[in-house]
């Protein structure tokens, strides 16, 4: 299993950016595929997006395209999520997530590994 660590989360308002970084502890990281969710309160976990290990294959939600990008620096085993034009309704717990299984990275179920996640909030 591969440990995760997120960080860059925090308090902005609306039309701002923040960057999250997701650190992977595994030597395998370069071989993995690594997705976004995030998970606002009563709200089931949302996929956010996903990057395949060789950046070939980039996937979004429906909701952040446009605004999100997702990259990785395999050298530094780590995975970031640059957010920009953010709107209070992006206010949720980001969770980082690695070791996809068989099925389609949308879902929470394909993903081996979690991070503990970061708070991002958006005020209006």
């Known amino acids: 299993q591969v440990q995760l660590v997120e960080s860059g989360g925090g308090l902005v308002q609306a039309g701002g950016s923040l960057r999250l970084s997701c650190a992977a502890s595994?030597?395998?990281?370069?071989?993995?595929?690594m997705g976004w969710f995030r998970q606002a309160p009563g709200k089931e976990r949302e996929f956010v997006a996903a990057i395949s290990w060789s950046v070939a294959s980039i996937y979004y939600g429906d909701s952040v395209k446009g605004r999100f990008t997702i990259s990785r620096d395999n050298a530094k085993n780590t995975v970031y999520l640059q957010m920009n034009n953010l709107k209070p309704e992006d206010t949720a717990v980001y969770y980082c997530a690695a070791d996809p299984l068989r099925g389609s990275y949308y879902y929470t179920s394909t993903w081996g590994s979690w991070g503990q996640g970061t708070q991002v909030t958006v005020s209006s």
């Open positions: 595994a030597r395998t990281f370069s071989t993995v595929a």
